[in-house]
């Protein structure tokens, strides 16, 4: 739910579900469900939900990360916060929905062609299992890559969603030189 905003407090269905399927998960081996929970609290040493982040703190937090995951359920108009991480270089694992979808398809064609697929996840009762596939597969990319990905990734996001390009956008569509503007989601 969004709690750690201040939002609603509600169940957490696809959670729920993966708890509901976890023994014998190819995720989880061998572990049941309780010796996930057992385990899980220690995962809070170095996963840590904020919730709303005030736009300066965000530069040096982002700096800090490897990828961040934004498991979004609600349609976002669009996805400020996967084009923040990329700006900064960090992967953003995105639910594939919406703005956040839209941020993800300029993105996707400035990383190899194999690791485009971390970018996003279906919104599903399959999505813990896709996250943690994601990450896993970031992680495992080897630095070199991750480093060519992210700065691939960084000036892609900077050169389509910084502050320079939107106002030129901005001042294009004013006035009216609509042929100068950016084909949305990153049609050509």
């Known amino acids: 739910g969004r709690e750690l905003e201040g939002g609603p407090r509600h169940a957490l269905r696809h959670l729920t579900a993966f708890l509901d399927r976890l023994e014998g998960s190819r995720l989880a081996g061998a ?6 929970l057992d385990a899980a609290p220690r995962a809070f040493e170095r996963v840590h939900f904020t919730g709303a982040l005030e736009h300066g703190d965000l530069p040096d937090l982002l700096g800090a990360c490897s990828a961040q995951v934004v498991p979004s359920t609600f ?4 996805g400020m916060v996967a084009a923040e991480a990329a700006c900064c ?3 953003p694992i995105s639910a594939a929905h919406s703005g956040l979808a839209e941020v993800t398809a300029t993105l996707a064609p400035a990383v190899e062609a194999d690791l485009r697929s971390l970018l996003a996840f279906e919104v599903n009762d399959e999505a813990v299992d896709a996250i943690a596939d994601r990450l896993l597969g970031w992680l495992g990319a080897g630095e070199a890559r991750r480093g060519r990905a992210s700065a691939a990734l960084s000036e892609t996001a900077r050169g389509r969603y910084g502050w320079d390009r939107v106002a030129d956008a901005v001042l294009a569509a004013a006035t009216g030189r609509i042929d100068e503007l950016p084909a949305p989601g990153g049609a050509q």
């Open 31 to 36: 572990v049941s469900a309780a010796a996930y």
């Open 89 to 91: 270089g960090v992967l």
């Open 75 to 78: 349609p976002e108009a669009f």
